[in-house]
């Protein structure tokens, strides 16, 4: 007998052609346990969704605003591109801002950064802002598990569909080389210079001898339990600087952790402080 809760194959191709309808990303077809691995969390009778059919309707016809995210999320482990949820680059343009110039260095941190474009992202926020090394003692540092999307971080060459429109003409001939023979858009030496690019794992100690100013935490945490979210986020209390800030993705929050941050809008935290 079938259970109610089983991913059938039919619903396995709907999956499939929902994520490369929205994100160009295929899904193989031997991947079918992966795809009910990673959705099985949402699914059951204490869940918001009974069954995987229940889910895929509310996908379908976008009954939850913050469905097609967490879908996304989980079914692309390393999905990611320049200036998503761009509402955190323009708040780290607003700290930079408004607090950097009285910082005496400033570290910024893409925590789970994929294939760096989160991390450029915030480079080319930096330059912006009018921020550039050696003038100003500035770095991002860009970190993930996977090996095999920082040596693409390391590559720093992507496809136009990684600009996905949130970048600007002049703001890609400013910061990209074009590749006429491959086609692909290399971030230009100056915008690097101001990435480290390191592997580590959020589960491990963190290394450091210098706190950050705001750390991008976005869209990583769905991969972990509550213990092993509250671990990693009492680690990155410790490593902020006072008044410093934890972004996470738009529809990620803390609700129900215990952490010491006060929360903000945006899925915006703060270590301490009053001032907006
Ligand atoms: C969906 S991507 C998020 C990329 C980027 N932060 C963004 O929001 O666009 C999640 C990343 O978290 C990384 N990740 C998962 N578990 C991790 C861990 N234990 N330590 C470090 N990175 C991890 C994955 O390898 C993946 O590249």
Redesign the pocket.
Known sequence: MRRSSELTDELFKGFQNYLYYHTGITIRDNKKYLVEYRLQRYIGEDKPYKSFSDLYRALEQKKDPQLERIVI?SL?????YFF?EKVHFRFLEYYLKTYGSGQSYIRLW?A???SG??AYSMAITCLEAGYAYPEKDIRILA????ER?LKKAKEATYHYSSLHGELSDSQIRRYFQFNKKTKEFSVQDFVRSLVVIRE????DIFPFSRQFDVI?L???LI?FNAQEKEQILEKMYDVLKNKGYLVL?LSESLVGLHHNFQPLNYSIYRKGGNTP
């Open positions: 999320n692309t482990t390393n999905y990611t998503r893409s789970g950064c994929s474009e989160e970190t993930d598990i996977s999307v580590l794992n959020l589960m991008f976005r869209n990583v991969y993705g």
